[in-house]
């Protein structure tokens, strides 16, 4: 956001910006990014349409960039961000009025052709698989200008596109980094959307942005035979779902509860107590740590 960043009136909210990557996201559901933003209040509140009265979505920190969907309701904007679209009051958010910025973009799932101009029509120079990460130089037309590992330097649908301040192609973070972006979301028996989850159904949602197909339950995901698994807490790297079996509330099975390892003796997870809702919690000691069955890496 060079341009942006040379007008007075944006200078003080960029500020904090140039010292971080700028992060934009395309829309999951399809919808192509007309612009890219910044969020200037914090713990901004995400709707799932635009006005005070709808639901929560998520709420978003200060000076976090995002994909913009649509600007046509006055006052609120569409916007897409970790994978959640929701909208924003268009009093905590500066457009950018370039579309010039640098950031990392990570393929979620399946191949993408890197193509020679922003058009479906033009050649392909090359194909990027899931979880391959490229700089991201900008927004041309609804397609993001990158550059790949190697060199090579095109243009991405940006609905194909997951735009991350991680430079690194592995999964384990990126996988944290979604999975935290969704905290405060409130607990659904049998949820498994940015508008509610439950344990089963957050850990499916968030590996299905990585291109993985989780069955929706506790007990299926640790039995699905998917992946490696992991016995000891101190051998689990973040982004490896972790699985737990409280005998008063498995009613039979191996698993009562699952969630994602965020790294330090921490997860993240939907939880059904009082005060849950998407929450991390601690597992070297206490409830989790007595009832934890194992992980499993899938990344």
């Known amino acids: 956001m060079k341009h942006l960043m040379k007008k007075a009136v944006k200078v003080a909210v960029f500020a904090a910006l140039t010292t971080l990557a700028l992060t934009a996201f395309a829309s999951a559901e399809g919808e192509m ?3 890219a933003g910044c969020t200037t209040g914090t713990s901004l509140r995400m ?5 005070t009265s709808s639901a929560i979505v998520t709420t978003l920190n200060k000076s976090v960039a995002v994909a913009l969907l649509d600007d046509s309701v006055p006052g609120w904007y569409k916007i897409n961000y970790n994978g959640s679209t929701g909208y924003v009051s268009s009093d905590y958010l500066i457009i950018d009025q370039d579309n010039i910025f640098t950031t990392y973009g990570r393929v979620p799932e399946g191949t993408v052709n890197v193509r020679a101009a922003a058009t479906t029509e033009s050649e392909s120079l090359a194909t990027i698989d899931a979880g391959t990460v490229v700089t991201v130089n900008g927004l041309v037309n609804g397609w993001y200008d990158v550059t790949c590992q190697y060199g090579t330097e095109g243009y991405v649908r940006s609905d194909l596109l997951v735009l991350t301040s991680n430079a690194t192609s592995g999964k384990g973070s990126s996988i944290v980094e979604t999975a935290l972006s969704h905290l405060g ?3 659904v028996y049998g949820g498994a959307s940015a508008g509610g989850f439950d344990c089963s159904g957050f850990t499916m949602y968030i590996y299905k ?3 993985y197909n989780l069955p929706h339950s506790a007990t299926s995901q640790w039995l699905s035979g998917m992946g490696t698994k992991i016995y000891s807490i101190s051998e689990l790297q973040p982004g490896d779902l972790v699985f737990f079996n409280d005998p008063s509330r498995n009613k039979g099975k191996a698993c ?3 969630g994602i390892y965020i790294g330090n003796g921490q997860h993240v997870h939907a ?4 005060n849950g809702g998407v929450i991390t919690s ?3 000691s206490g409830y989790y740590n007595t009832y934890f069955v ?4 899938l990344s």
């Open 33 to 35: 990014a007309i612009g």
């Open 47 to 51: 709707r799932s349409e635009p006005n």
């Open 185 to 187: 979301t409130r607990y």
């Open 209 to 211: 942005q990585f291109g």
């Open 256 to 258: 009562s509860h699952a």
């Open 271 to 274: 939880s059904s107590s009082r």
């Open 282 to 284: 601690d597992l070297t």
């Open 294 to 297: 194992g992980g499993l890496r």
